[in-house]
């Protein structure tokens, strides 16, 4: 081995948000910028030396620059072997299952999830642990304490030019490269946990479904799983080949920018099933003909009909959603007799849950379904459940839900994203919302609606005792309804304030009113409330979803 060790100076930033860090690829290719993060985690990971690491990532932009980079540091600083996907990808719960499956010791993972991609757009990186999940909050936080003062990073000398496009095993250094099949561990941890004979037998019988891949990771897995192993019908994944740019696309699995997929499930001659997944596999969308599933629809749906498939028959633990999530999972673990754990946003919560077998699905706002199976939110999975419910109750998307309705009742529920607040701005705006807190408690607002209580969420873990604290402003209202305000921490360009309203409605005669139209008085008093055109200059929304 011919080992460098290279001098470098801090980088501000370099903190790990609710997926890792994210910045535009132009911050990560700075000189030392990725070897000094990299390096924070390899020192902050006590008894890594001789271990396994997994390496993969959504195939955008600088992702095989950043793998080989991270290669040769990995040989320079002990691991004794790295499995890395082939031609460096790895879907985000493909890396979880590996890292589960294998035994591996953590893994890294480059994305920046359904950020957009290209030269101009962004990257990230982000260390997941030995159950296959997110660091957790205090690992990340070491890691940042580890980059402000970081003044070296060793880095292998050969390596340059390592073949990772190839299976197989090579060395490099010490160190064992081995070039693993993307795929395969997913596949048969899918095959494991579905009904593969019965959704056969669906496309069999004439049934058809369109899945959008967004030119991103997510189309290699569903090609061969779908199309492959399911008998759907080539075509049946569209944009199913990853594009370092996304094919200049936004790969976020939402109405607002899956138009082509949207367009083609309207109509009497569309598809009996649609789903789409994100940048690097871990979202979904579910759509049925001239349908919408909300994403909080989606996880009560599943968690309701959890016994109809092989990998949850004999029942659920519990059900965790985050607290943004509406209600609707409630209603469900209350039917089951189970519960419903409502934690902050960011998967790495639900980590602790799923591993003392306090909970077995799991499900966020934001596009994102997860179990057991691995320890991250996961795209492929909720589609393949959804698809197993559809063979096995012969039922379509649409009846599902409205059955659900018909029982539970409806959440009507969006979310506003206000994009690219200035963060002083942004930061002005939460502000004083807080600080008007203790008074809005009891506040008549007009149209049957008063606050009972007003808070800003705070989450102890069932399972460590660890506090979260400032997780989100919540008005509750006293008929059930929610406005919920928090500033995300996925962007990578001043600030996006997400405004989550949910209105329940019990009576089947008015499920089918327009949602905007249904949460018009919670929009309302979110902007009287919080101010968000005064503070943001903003006249509406960027995105409704």
Same mark, same amino acid.
């Given at each position: 081995?011919?080992?460098?060790t290279v001098p470098t100076r801090p980088f501000p930033g370099q903190r790990p948000g609710t997926s890792g860090l994210r910045k535009k690829v132009a911050v990560f290719q700075q000189p030392h910028y990725l070897e000094n993060f990299v390096?924070?985690?390899? /020192?902050?990971?006590?008894?890594?030396?001789? !271990?396994?690491?997994?390496?993969?990532?959504?195939?955008?932009?600088?992702?095989?620059?950043?793998?080989?980079?991270?290669?040769?540091?990995?040989?320079?600083?002990?691991?004794?072997?790295? +499995?890395?996907?082939?031609?460096? +990808?790895?879907?985000?719960?493909?890396?979880?299952?590996?890292?589960?499956?294998?035994?591996?010791?953590?893994?890294?993972?480059?994305?920046?999830?359904?950020?957009?991609?290209?030269?101009?757009?962004?990257?990230?990186?982000?260390?997941?642990?030995?159950?296959?999940?997110?660091?957790?909050?205090?690992?990340?936080?070491?890691?940042?304490?580890?980059?402000?003062?970081?003044?070296?990073?060793?880095?292998?000398?050969?390596?340059? @030019?390592?073949?990772?496009?190839?299976?197989?095993?090579?060395?490099?250094?010490? =160190?064992?490269?081995?070039?693993?099949?993307?795929?395969?561990?997913?596949?048969?941890?899918? !095959?494991?946990?579905? &009904? %593969?004979?019965?959704?056969?037998?669906?496309?069999?019988?004439?049934?058809?479904?369109?899945?959008?891949?967004? $030119?991103?990771?997510?189309?290699?897995?569903?090609?061969?799983?779908?199309?492959?192993?399911?008998?759907?019908?080539?075509?049946?994944?569209?944009?199913?080949?990853?594009?370092?740019?996304?094919?200049?696309?936004?790969?976020?699995?939402?109405?607002?920018?899956?138009?082509?997929?949207?367009?083609? =499930? $309207?109509?009497?001659?569309?598809?009996?099933?649609?789903?789409?997944?994100?940048? /690097?596999? @871990?979202?979904? =969308?579910?759509?049925?003909?001239?349908?919408?599933?909300?994403?909080?629809?989606?996880?009560?749906?599943?968690?309701?009909?959890?016994?109809?498939?092989?990998?949850?028959?004999?029942?659920?633990?519990?059900?965790?959603?985050?607290?943004?999530?509406?209600?609707a999972a409630d209603k469900v673990a209350a039917a089951l007799g189970i519960p419903c754990h409502e934690t902050p946003t960011g998967w790495k919560f639900f980590g602790n849950l799923l591993d003392a077998g306090q909970a077995t699905l799991c499900g966020e706002e934001s596009y994102g379904t997860g179990s057991n199976h691995v320890r991250e939110k996961d795209g492929l999975w909720a589609v393949l459940f959804w698809l197993n419910l559809l063979a096995?109750?012969?039922?379509?998307?649409?009846?599902?839900?409205?059955?659900?309705?018909?029982?539970?009742?409806?959440?009507?529920? $969006?979310?506003?994203?206000?994009?690219?607040?200035?963060?002083?701005?942004?930061?002005?705006?939460?502000?004083?919302?807080?600080?008007?807190?203790?008074?809005?408690?009891?506040?008549?607002?007009? /149209?049957?609606?008063?606050?009972?209580?007003?808070?800003?969420?705070?989450?102890?873990?069932?399972?460590?005792?660890?506090?979260?604290?400032?997780?989100?402003?919540?008005?509750? %209202?006293? @008929?059930?309804?929610?406005?919920?305000?928090?500033?995300?921490?996925?962007?990578?360009?001043?600030?996006?304030?997400?405004?989550?309203?949910?209105?329940?409605?019990?009576?089947?005669?008015?499920? &089918?009113?327009?949602?905007?139209?249904?949460?018009?008085?919670?929009?309302?008093?979110?902007?009287?409330?919080?101010?968000?055109?005064?503070?943001?200059?903003?006249?509406?929304?960027?995105?409704?979803?």
């Amino acid at each position: 081995m011919s080992i460098q060790t290279v001098p470098t100076r801090p980088f501000p930033g370099q903190r790990p948000g609710t997926s890792g860090l994210r910045k535009k690829v132009a911050v990560f290719q700075q000189p030392h910028y990725l070897e000094n993060f990299v390096q924070a985690v390899f /020192d902050t990971l006590p008894g890594h030396e001789g !271990q396994t690491l997994v390496l993969g990532g959504d195939g955008r932009f600088h992702n095989r620059v950043a793998v080989c980079t991270i290669l040769r540091m990995a040989a320079a600083n002990g691991f004794a072997r790295v +499995l890395v996907g082939r031609g460096g +990808l790895l879907s985000t719960p493909a890396v979880s299952a590996v890292i589960r499956g294998r035994g591996a010791f953590g893994g890294l993972i480059l994305s920046a999830s359904h950020n957009p991609g290209g030269p101009e757009g962004d990257f990230g990186i982000k260390y997941n642990a030995a159950n296959g999940g997110p660091a957790p909050e205090k690992l990340t936080e070491a890691i940042y304490a580890r980059s402000t003062e970081i003044a070296e990073y060793r880095i292998e000398d050969a390596g340059a @030019d390592i073949d990772f496009d190839t299976l197989g095993t090579r060395t490099l250094g010490g =160190m064992t490269v081995e070039v693993i099949d993307p795929v395969a561990d997913y596949a048969e941890l899918m !095959q494991q946990l579905f &009904d %593969f004979d019965a959704m056969r037998a669906w496309f069999a019988a004439g049934h058809r479904m369109r899945f959008d891949a967004m $030119s991103a990771v997510s189309g290699p897995y569903a090609r061969a799983i779908l199309e492959g192993q399911l008998g759907a019908p080539a075509g049946t994944v569209i944009n199913g080949e990853p594009l370092e740019d996304f094919g200049g696309h936004h790969p976020d699995p939402n109405p607002a920018h899956a138009a082509e997929l949207m367009a083609a =499930m $309207s109509g009497p001659g569309a598809p009996d099933f649609g789903a789409a997944s994100d940048g /690097d596999a @871990d979202r979904n =969308m579910i759509l049925g003909r001239d349908f919408v599933v909300t994403p909080s629809d989606s996880l009560a749906v599943l968690a309701e009909h959890a016994t109809r498939v092989p990998g949850y028959r004999t029942g659920l633990a519990g059900i965790a959603r985050s607290m943004p999530t509406s209600r609707a999972a409630d209603k469900v673990a209350a039917a089951l007799g189970i519960p419903c754990h409502e934690t902050p946003t960011g998967w790495k919560f639900f980590g602790n849950l799923l591993d003392a077998g306090q909970a077995t699905l799991c499900g966020e706002e934001s596009y994102g379904t997860g179990s057991n199976h691995v320890r991250e939110k996961d795209g492929l999975w909720a589609v393949l459940f959804w698809l197993n419910l559809l063979a096995t109750t012969g039922r379509s998307v649409e009846d599902l839900v409205r059955a659900h309705w018909a029982r539970f009742g409806r959440h009507y529920y $969006s979310r506003h994203d206000w994009e690219g607040i200035p963060s002083e701005r942004a930061d002005a705006l939460m502000a004083e919302l807080r600080a008007s807190l203790p008074a809005l408690a009891g506040r008549d607002c007009g /149209d049957g609606l008063r606050i009972a209580s007003a808070d800003d969420f705070a989450y102890t873990d069932p399972v460590d005792g660890s506090v979260s604290t400032r997780q989100g402003v919540r008005l509750l %209202f006293a @008929d059930g309804s929610r406005i919920v305000f928090r500033l995300s921490g996925t962007g990578t360009e001043g600030a996006t304030l997400r405004v989550y309203l949910e209105r329940f409605d019990a009576d089947p005669a008015r499920h &089918d009113q327009p949602v905007q139209q249904a949460l018009g008085a919670l929009i309302r008093i979110a902007d009287e409330v919080a101010g968000i055109r005064r503070h943001s200059g903003m006249e509406g929304p960027t995105v409704v979803t």
